[in-house]
């Protein structure tokens, strides 16, 4: 309890005022809190999944590459990825979950046609085909991920957040608000009581005053020209 609050009505009025701003902004902050956890367990389920298909992916990706640097040789694989011209181009934008600000990845000439990856189709088996088509698969599937686990991390940031205002809210300064609130009323009404008890003795006090004077009139003694 916090003794050094003055106990006036006007400190009063101006805790009650403070109560019930802390415990409106206490309820939204929840209901922020309980709308994040929903987005961010959504966004985790499509993370599991992201990193289920980059693993399997990436394992597409290996074998197909160690087949073709097996079957071509080294020098043929190599040669065929250094003849890449167009590289994809990534770009960022933003969306907003709930008022957290998450990244948007998008890229461009990911996939690419076979005339496109720039070395000689004659001179290339399929074997080196199939592990350029798996490593641009992989590479949209690294975009994704890092989108993902980038809002994942954002959300989940936010939520620590909201989570400590919250409790800073619920266990701290409302207790203390209500406890102030609490400690002014009962001030307030030991005032009151105080002051009916003081106006009591002067009610008495006065009215044994004039009960006083009247029998002393009374009691004062008839002249006898009267």
């Known amino acids: 309890m916090a003794t050094d609050v003055k106990p006036t009505r006007k400190n009063l009025m101006a805790i009650e005022d403070r109560i019930e701003l802390s415990e409106r902004g206490h ?32 394992e597409t990706a290996q074998q197909r590459l160690n087949m073709a640097r097996a079957m071509d040789g080294d020098i043929a694989v190599r040669g065929a990825a ?17 008022g957290v600000v998450v990244p948007q990845i998008e890229s461009t000439s990911v996939r690419k046609t076979l005339d496109q990856r720039g070395y000689g189709v004659l001179g290339t088996s399929g074997r080196i085909d199939a592990a350029a088509e798996a490593y641009e698969e992989l590479l949209e599937q690294i975009i994704l991920a890092a989108e993902v686990e980038t809002a994942m991390k954002e959300l989940l940031d936010e939520i620590e957040t909201t989570k400590r205002r919250v409790n800073a809210l619920e266990f701290k300064l409302l207790p203390e608000l209500r406890s102030n609130k609490e400690y002014i009323e009962q001030k307030l009404e030991e005032q009151e009581r105080e ?32």
Request: hydrophobic residues 35%.
């Open 82 to 98: 250094a003849a890449l011209k167009e590289h994809p181009e990534i770009t960022t934008q933003s969306k907003n979950i709930m």
């Open 195 to 226: 002051e009916i008890f003081r106006m009591k003795k002067i009610k008495d006090k006065k009215e044994a005053e004039e009960r006083a004077e009247r029998e002393a009139a009374q009691a004062e003694p008839v002249s006898a020209d009267d």
């Open 27 to 58: 309820d939204t902050l929840e209901k922020k809190r309980d709308g994040l956890i929903m987005e961010f367990m959504d966004i985790l389920d499509q993370a599991q999944d992201v990193r289920s298909d980059l693993e399997d992916t990436y």
